[in-house]
């Protein structure tokens, strides 16, 4: 089969969500050096960030990069929450 024809060519689409923020990272918000101070120095804002992608009904796939899964139970209790 020719490897072209296997995938659809046409550019993904995701919505990033941030636990600095709490919420959908867009363009207006540099990930600079201040946004990863921040990351380091304040509050983890994680159960605000998956109430925000519940609201917006974003959630479609949680997708978790780690070598093990620690975040799985939290998102899907906070997502419950944030759904009730």
Not at 39 to 55: E, G, T, Y
């Amino acid at each position: 089969k020719d490897p072209k024809q296997m995938f659809n060519q046409k550019c993904a689409e995701a919505r990033l969500y941030s636990s600095v923020i709490g919420g959908e990272l867009s363009d207006k918000i540099p990930v600079d050096a201040h946004y990863w101070w921040t990351n380091v120095r304040h509050a983890v804002r994680f159960r605000d960030a998956v109430a925000s992608i519940a609201q917006n009904n974003d959630a479609t796939i949680f997708l978790e990069l780690s070598p093990h899964p620690v975040l799985a139970t939290s998102i899907r209790e906070c997502y419950e929450s944030a759904n009730q």
